[in-house]
Structures are given as C-alpha cells and as structure tokens.
DNA sequence: CGAGTAACTGAACAATGTCCAATTTAGCAA
DNA sequence: TTGCTAAATTGGACATTGTTCAGTTACTCG
C-alpha cells in the first residue's frame, strides 16, 4: 500500500504513542517491540520510523507522556488531600508507580543517548519537579539558607531510591513491607531538619 | 569440534564470568550479548547454555560477582578512612558505581524473573546491607526505639536514590553538581534525627 | 583397544531494530 | 478531467539477538 489519508501527521503521531504506551504498559520495555506497535496502530514498521526518527525516540517520546500522566496524577491526589499533604505527595508517588509499573520503570530503564539529549521534552519532566518544589516550600515556613531548587531534587531523589527498589525487587529481597512509609519517614526526618513540623 | 579440556567446569565458569562481566562493563546490559560473550571466552554460545542454563542465570551470577565486588570496595575504602566513616561509606558507594557504571546499572536493570528468584545468591547481596548495617549502629549510640534493619535499608534506598538519578541522568536534566554531597546531607540529617552527631 | 558419555559445535528458528527501493495515492496544476 | 509530483506507506533485506538441539568429537573407563 502507498500513501493514505485515514489521519493526519498529528493523528498518526496521537495514536502511535497511544498504542506504544499501551504495549510498553502491558509487555515492559524489555518485551517491547516496534513492530508491535505498527501493527497495533494498523500500520508498519517503516510508519514509525517515518513519523519518529527511530525506536529511541518514540520511546523518549512515551516517557515524556508518562511524566505527564504522573504530575496530572498528583495534582489530582493533592486537590481531593486531607492536610498532609507531604504524606499525600509522597503516596502518590508511589501508587503512581505501583499502577503502572510498565510505563514508571520504562521512564528508568530506557537511557537516552546522547544525541537524543536534545530531543527530551524537558517541560514535562521539570512539570513533577515543579510540584514538588511548591509542597515543600509550603511545608518550610522559613527557607532560610536552604539551596531550596537543589534540596527539591534531593528530596526526589530520596523518594525514588525507595520506589526504585520496592518496584524492582530489591525491597522484597530485603523483606521489606512498607516502602512508601519508610521513605516519608526520611522525608519527614530531613524537612524537619530545616523548620518542618509534621501535623499530629 | 567436540569435546575439549582447555578448562575444568570450574574454570569454564569462572572464564565466562570474567569475560561476561567485561562484555558487561564495555558495553552495558542493553549490548550484551550471550554470543559475543562465548566467543571471547573461545567458545561458542551453546556452551554457556550448557553451564548457566539461560542468558538471564548468567547475567543474575554477573550482577553477584558485582556485589562482591561492591562490598570489597567499601570494605577497602573505610579500612584506609578517616574518622568520618558515614561520609566514606556514602562516597565510596558513589565511587564504586561510577568507577563501574555499566555493571553496577546492570544489577537493576536486569529484572529477575520469578523463576529465577530462587537462583539469586543472596549472600553477596546481603555482604553489602551487612557493612553499612555495622557502619550505622556504630554512628548511633542510642538505637533507642529504632527497627534499624528498617532504617538502614531505607537509608542505602535514600543513596541509591541519589546515585541512580546521577547516573541515570536525571540529575544531569536538573542540573544538579554534586549528588554525593546531597545524599551525604539527607543521611546525615536521617541519622541526627536518631541522635547521630556529626563530626565537625 | 573399544565403547560410552560428557562436552561442545553450529545450524535452525523466530524475533528484533534499522534501512530503503518500490509502490500507491492525495492533492494540485493545467 | 487528466496528468504529475511529492509525500506516505509498505514490505523485503540485513545483521543480530536468545534459545534449542541433533550432531560431532574427544576424553575416560573397562
């Protein structure tokens, strides 16, 4: 077959990533297949590569729509919150993760080249950061000397070596139970560090 | 050809080990390949089939010689260390995965299947939450109402957290400088809150 | 010396990412 | 309407991959 119009470029593009986050969803990055996603669109290989360059961004592309998913996903956790929200934050992180395990270690697991660096959709990574950066400054009346934007991505960072090893295996080999509480404990211990009082 | 005895069983082992985990760290799990790897060791695929039984058994043995190897690393590091034994130990986790970055990401990125989660050694696992256990409760004088296992395991989740983000490039997307000295501080922070002091 | 058996090979299979010549058609110009 | 061009799509080619397994080979024991 030759060229069609049963979409445009932009729809192409929607439903391609539709369907490759779908199957990165179901199978894993491991398990992910190209051809699969051509096929499950109703086209082929060649299509995608028309459309995204290569495999490597198509797969830059599906993470940027998770990060999207997953600051949508805390927004939305934070508007229905009781007041803790540093609780609420880091809850979600994590029932985030554990909901869509596929796509969340994907995000990890799939390493950009660097050619490919310029390519990343910063926006909806920084998007997450974002979130993060107005919690905490909420729950830090006074910010003092803190290097607030570095403390932020420490903070993160903190959260996802947790979530990192609970998904992946590590945790469990280590028998642990409650791997989000042990994190907002963390949290909570080094917010509380710099002027953090934790609600009773 | 057919039989040979260029190497006792145990040889053959400890050959495709050694020149797997060097395909490892040249090329990274994405790149290694099962063949290449027998060819380097002067044989040919099926034979590391007939001594690990799968491509993912020999990768589980690879990412426990990188744990022996991690845990002798840190050993060595706090035997020539100053007093500050807390700052070497989250240094020279750093340094290790850095010094070997393409095995140490290996050990998580290669997911175990749950077949194979029998087959794990978990002792050279276990060696490196042993040194940092011991390393813990000898900063704390109190363990007081702790579940240090619990507190440990989460603190190595909080560096991991850290080192994972720095050399997943994460950090590099954030901008971050110096992750050692960010995971340095939230564990140092983690630790005061359990009547740790610092050294000045 | 001969047979048995363990070890090792290499071909076969299905699947992958990547490229690209060939084909088909939409949309525009005449 | 007809013809043309350029874009879109296909699908086959290629090199690789993991995995299996029927053969082949050479060591070992009787």
Redesign the interface.
């Known amino acids: 077959m030759g060229r069609r119009s049963d979409h445009t470029r932009d729809e192409l593009r929607r439903l391609i990533i539709a369907e490759g986050h779908r199957l990165l969803a179901e199978t894993?990055l491991?398990r992910f297949s190209g051809r699969e996603v051509a096929k499950r669109a109703g086209y082929t290989v060649g299509t995608i590569y028309n459309v995204f360059g290569s495999l490597d961004r198509l797969l830059v592309t599906l993470n940027s729509h998770t990060f999207r998913l997953w600051a949508e996903f805390l927004e939305r956790r934070l508007a229905v919150s009781p007041p803790d929200r540093i609780r609420t934050l880091v809850e979600a992180y994590f029932a985030f993760a554990r909901d869509h395990t596929h796509a969340w270690s994907a995000i990890?697991?799939h390493?950009?080249s660097a050619e490919l660096f310029d390519a990343?959709d910063?926006d909806s990574?920084t998007a997450l950061?974002a979130i993060v950066d107005r919690e905490v400054r909420s729950a830090i009346p006074s910010g003092g000397d803190l290097d607030m934007p570095?403390f932020v991505?420490?903070?993160?960072?903190?959260?996802?070596?947790?979530c990192?090893?609970a998904l992946?295996?590590?945790?469990t080999?280590?028998e642990?139970i409650d791997?989000a509480a042990?994190?907002l404990?963390?949290v909570r211990?080094?917010l509380?560090?710099h002027g953090y009082r934790p609600p009773d």
Chains 1, 2 share one sequence.
């Open positions: 894993g491991a990890y697991e390493r950009v990343v910063h990574r950061t570095r991505r420490s903070l993160i960072a903190t959260v996802h070596g947790h990192s090893y992946g295996g590590t945790f080999l280590l642990e791997p042990s994190a404990a963390r211990e080094c509380a560090a």
